[in-house]
T-cell receptor
Framework: EAGVAQSPRYKIIEKRQSVAFWCNPI?????LYWYQQILGQGPKLLIQ????????DSQLPKDRFSAERLKGVDSTLKIQPAKLEDSAVYLC????????????FGNGTRLTVT | KQEVTQIPAALSVPEGENLVLNCSFT??????LQWFRQDPGKGLTSLLL?????REQTSGRLNASLDKSSGRSTLYIAASQPGDSATYLC???????????FGKGTMLLVSP
């Protein structure tokens, strides 16, 4: 079974620039999550999709972050404009049903904002 | 709001030691509790998942226990090896929450 794929692995940008991350979940997984993990912290949920719909985006800074899930499969997370405090690892995860089913994580994208 | 705390933040042990990682949570109305491993530059790998009705789960040299009444979980690693060096995170899934709440993790270093 192929795992959760994320790209790019690393990205360095200057503040006020924009950036986009891509995630391809495990085939058949209905639920997709984007987490932000700041160095030394646990992952924090940014947004959760169930198929095409958003389940929870309460912690997504909507003035600069946006996300979409195309046709209930792939997803992109965008930051525009980036701030220094956005430097973190952005993790994508998927699960079969969402309701308490195990999460499978990708390797993440490490973003550095200078 | 659920808060998950992990102690210690970092741990260094010689190879062969048995060790215990601690996780505490404030809201005991959990559905399940999971332990993950994270290697540097990698995502999270699920190690053990304990349902709220269970007291413990075992996988190889790993044993995780859950005590909802005291708001605690422990991860026991037997006969530690250098390959166990990683950050270990616990996370709870609470009733009414859409996903997991993570602790900050314990960074483990096992030296040969």
């Amino acid at each position: 079974e192929a795992g959760v794929a994320q790209s790019p692995r690393y990205k360095i940008i200057e503040k006020r620039q924009s950036v986009a991350f891509w995630c391809n979940p495990i085939s058949g997984h209905a639920t997709l999550y984007w987490y932000q993990q700041i160095l030394g912290q646990g992952p924090k949920l940014l947004i959760q999709f169930q198929n095409n719909g958003v389940v929870d985006d309460s912690q997504l800074p909507k003035d600069r972050f946006s996300a979409e899930r195309l046709k209930g499969v792939d997803s992109t997370l965008k930051i525009q404009p980036a701030k220094l405090e956005d430097s973190a690892v952005y993790l994508c995860a998927s699960s079969l049903t969402g309701w308490h089913s195990p999460l499978h994580f990708g390797n993440g994208t490490r973003l550095t904002v200078t | 709001k659920q808060e998950v705390t992990q102690i210690p933040a970092a741990l260094s042990v010689p190879e062969g030691e048995n060790l215990v990682l601690n996780c505490s949570f404030t809201d005991s109305a959990i559905y399940n509790l999971q332990w993950f491993r994270q290697d540097p530059g990698k995502g999270l790998t699920s190690l053990l998942l304990i349902q709220s009705s269970q007291r413990e789960q075992t996988s190889g040299r790993l044993n995780a226990s859950l005590d909802k009444s005291s708001g605690r979980s422990t991860l026991y690693i037997a006969a530690s090896q250098p390959g166990d060096s990683a950050t270990y995170l616990c996370a709870s899934w609470n009733s009414g929450y859409s996903t997991l709440t993570f602790g900050k993790g314990t960074m483990l270093l096992v030296s040969p």
